[in-house]
Structure formats: C-alpha cells, structure tokens
C-alpha cells in the first residue's frame, strides 16, 4: 500500500503541546499564588511592625503624667518586628508617626522566568495616639 503522508506521531506532538500548556497553566496558578502572597506578607509585617513601634511610649514621660512616643523604643520595636518574621526594612519615626518599609522576596517555582524570586516592598504608616492623652 502507497501512502502519500503518514499520520503517525501526531498524536505523540499534539500530546506534548498539550503538556507544555498544562505545566505553564499549573506554573501561572502557582507561582501567581505565591506572587500575591508574598505582596500580601510584606504589607501585613508593615503594618504590625509600624503598629509595634507605635505602641512604644516614653517611661520616664509616663512618670510625669505625660504619654510621649519614644522613638528609639520605637524604632527597635518595629525593627525587631521585623527580624522575628524574617524581613528587612527601614523604620523611620518623626513625631508621633511611625513609618515601616518591608523589602522580602520568595523563590519562583515553576515558571521559567529569567529572574526567578518575587520581589515586594510595602510601606505601611502608624501614628501613636497617645500624644493626644496629654492634659
């Protein structure tokens, strides 16, 4: 029998094809999952490591019946936050504000990018209430 084309293995290609999009199907879901968490990580440490050096009032203004914001209590609050949930920023106090810059990153895992780590950096700001307690 002559045949003018054979047909055989184009099931075998289009096989492949299909796996190709399915492991970059699973690599969207899964790596764009962790893009959003990671994002979301970062601006969540911000702003409990801001609300944790916002927190820090003066002792020895206490004794004196005032409530003023301490900021380097404050900002080793906030940078202690941070170092207990493993991230790295910048903390910055001026009055009664409290700024916190969270900067993390998270390994991809299935998507073949050229850079693999997520990156995020959320800023959050917290400002102490207590300077309003004065008499």
């Known amino acids: 029998m002559n045949r003018w084309r054979s047909d055989e293995g184009t099931i075998s ?9 399915l492991i970059a199907c699973a690599g969207l879901a899964y790596d764009g999952g962790a893009i959003i968490s990671t994002h979301a990580a970062a601006r969540d ?3 409990a490591a801001a609300r944790a050096g ?3 009032v003066d002792p020895g203004a206490v004794h004196q019946g005032l409530a003023d914001l301490d900021p380097v209590l404050a900002e080793q609050a906030a940078q ?3 170092a207990a949930a493993g991230m790295s920023g910048q903390v910055t106090v001026a009055g009664a504000t409290v700024t916190v ?3 993390t990153s998270h ?16 800023s959050a700001t917290a400002v ?6 004065r008499p």
């Open 107 to 122: 390994a991809m895992r299935l998507l073949p990018l050229p850079d693999r780590s997520i990156v995020a950096t959320a």
């Open 13 to 21: 290609a289009m096989v492949a094809v299909l796996a190709l999009a």
């Open 128 to 133: 102490s209430d207590v300077l309003g307690a």
């Open 45 to 47: 440490v911000a702003t």
């Open 80 to 82: 202690s936050f941070l």
């Open 54 to 56: 916002a927190q820090q």
């Open 101 to 103: 810059t969270v900067h």
